[in-house]
């Protein structure tokens, strides 16, 4: 198994950025395709993004292409999420999340293992 856990959330300013790390332990994190995904107040988790095991193929929310950017690091275990641009609406808990697999996937319920989220507040 593997754990994940988040970091680099926090308040940002309508227009900003931010980075988002997911540190992987227990189990190298390029047996993984990794996603992140959020959950506003009142609503259902949705993808964001999603790499391959080689990060050399990634897939956005149409919300959030060409303003967030999914990466990997698998020699330091860790996947990243950069946000710019930043808008009200991406106001958020970000999970990540992976499963073992070889297809870029956007559905939540086919990743089996999830980080506990970190919060992402854009203020308007």
């Known amino acids: 198994q593997v754990q994940l856990v988040e970091s680099g959330g926090g308040l940002v300013q309508t227009g900003g950025s931010l980075s988002l790390s997911c540190a992987a332990s227990g189990r190298t994190v390029s047996s993984y395709v990794m996603g992140w995904f959020r959950q506003a107040p009142g609503k259902e988790r949705e993808f964001v993004a999603a790499?391959?095991?080689?990060?050399?193929?990634?897939y956005y929310a149409d919300a959030v292409k060409g303003r967030f950017t999914i990466s990997r690091d698998n020699a330091k275990n860790t996947v990243y999420l950069e946000m710019s641009s930043l808008k009200h609406e991406d106001t958020a808990v970000y999970y990540c999340a992976g499963y073992l697999g070889n297809v870029v996937i956007v559905t939540p319920s086919r990743y089996d293992y999830w980080g506990q989220g970190t919060q992402v507040t854009v203020s308007s």
């Open positions: 790499i391959n095991r080689s990060g050399g193929t990634s």
